[in-house]
């Protein structure tokens, strides 16, 4: 088995680049990266990957760079002495993972640069004074809900346009999420949908909640963009068909799993975005002066399995429009 350099620390994980020795580590710049999932989680580890490779396409290689992982297994009052012990270790830039993450390093530094791999609304939680002038020591990545909640809507009521109440799966402990109902009132009184709350703090309520769901038949779901959701998207997907429900999602990778169709931006662009980001700021660049970017491009893929298996048929301008089609 190939060595990955992985050294194993009470509560989180450095991580090195293939080749370098844990005694060279003190000689290498050192990147915090901060997450409210778990280390198991399957998408943690693919954006560390995301990062890391993105880091290496700009040159970085043995003895550059050494990252600090720390994961918050899906329970947030951890995250501040995770940030602080991110502080402490002299981290050069802490790389954060979801709204609520980006938070507690501010909290604990006004100094040490924090790049946000994703984030919705910064600005509103105070992160950055502002998009194109952050003002402070954040920056990075906005993946704000504003732009997709709404659309998503549409897009289920066009593909299951008998559907009267929709379910909508979201975290209630999500700093994002507080912007997200308010932003779902206005679409759904539109198009003459009630919508049903089901609640989701840790994965284990995650049954629980499709059980909620199905006794309060609702004809279809909408799953909000949460590292909850997005840790396993396979057992979200499954659920949603055992129940037979159709349901959207805000990341392609649960199309991929067999979920029926999901829209918005791919979470991996962040992490790209945070490399070059840290490339800067090892360089002399300021938090202040890198503005918050936010997605250019919103995907669109459609599972055509998962709809043959609940009896749908997908609309032609649906399947015309989609960046990607599972057959």
Known sequence: MRRRDLIALVGGTAILLPGLSPRAADKTHVIGMLDYRSAASAVSGTNLNVFRDGLRELGYGEYDITIESRFAEFHAERLPDLAAELVRLGSEAIVTSGTTAARAPKQATATIPIVMAASANPVGLGLVTSLARPGGNVTGFSNDQ??????????????????????????????????????????????????????????????????????????????????????????????????????????????????????????????????????????????????????????????????????????????????EVIE
């Open 146 to 323: 504003e732009e997709t909640v709404g659309k998503r809507l549409q897009l289920l009521k066009t593909v299951v346009p008998g559907a009267r109440r929709i379910a909508v799966l979201f975290n209630p402990t999500s700093l994002a999420w507080a912007s997200g109902w308010p932003l779902l009132e206005a679409p759904a009184s539109a198009l003459g949908l009630e919508l049903v709350r089901a609640p989701v703090r840790v994965p284990e309520e995650l049954e629980p909640a499709f059980s909620t769901i199905e006794k309060a038949h609702a004809d279809a779901v909408m799953v909000a963009i949460d590292s909850i959701f997005l840790s396993d998207p396979g057992r979200v997907a499954a659920l949603a068909a055992r129940g037979r429900l159709p349901a959207i999602y805000g990341a392609r990778a649960h199309a991929a799993a067999g979920g029926l169709m999901s829209y918005g931006p791919d979470p991996r662009e962040g992490f790209r975005l945070a490399a070059t980001y840290v490339d800067k700021i090892l360089k002399g660049a300021k938090p202040a002066d890198l503005p918050v970017q936010q997605p250019v491009k919103f995907e669109l893929v459609v599972n055509l399995k998962a709809a043959e298996a609940l009896g749908l048929t997908i609309p032609p301008a649906i399947l015309a429009r989609a960046d």
